[in-house]
């Protein structure tokens, strides 16, 4: 029965990480878009970083010792096809640490990427999900 809870929670948990991580690359370009200093600029900047640190970061840490531990408990770390997840996973994590850099980025008003790069980063989580999901549905190794 802990278990399915623990299921439940993962699923939330990686719900709530990857609207952020959906989300958050549309602020950036929005922001890419203002001029640094203007009010606009800096109501990005709260809205980012709130975004980041308060949900991205938690659902983040909750998804991988959720799932680490479903991994163990109903796996035994078994499976060509849960490793993959793993590694895309981690893939996913790397993406969310560059979201953090480009933050920063754009907190301190250093804006060295455009707006088309950050409508093209917001593809990655997508790619990633989908693979990741058939990997967990189908589990086709």
Do not use: C
């Amino acid at each position: 029965m802990l278990d399915l809870w623990l299921k439940a929670l993962h699923v939330a948990a990686v719900i709530s990480w990857m609207a952020g991580l959906f989300y958050l690359p549309r602020l950036f370009v929005y922001h890419a878009g203002t001029v640094p200093g203007s009010e606009a600029s800096e109501t990005f900047k709260v809205m980012e970083r709130r975004l980041y640190r308060f949900i991205m970061r938690p659902a983040m840490l909750v998804t991988w010792l959720v799932g680490l531990w479903l991994a163990w408990s109903s796996f035994g770390f078994q499976g060509g096809w849960l490793h993959a997840k793993i590694a895309l996973v981690t893939m996913m994590s790397g993406h969310h640490a560059l979201q953090g850099r480009w933050l920063r980025e754009l907190a301190e008003d250093r804006r060295s990427r455009s707006a088309r790069f950050f409508r093209i980063q917001n593809e990655v989580p997508t790619l990633l999900m989908l693979a990741i999901l058939v990997l967990v549905i189908v589990k086709p190794f």
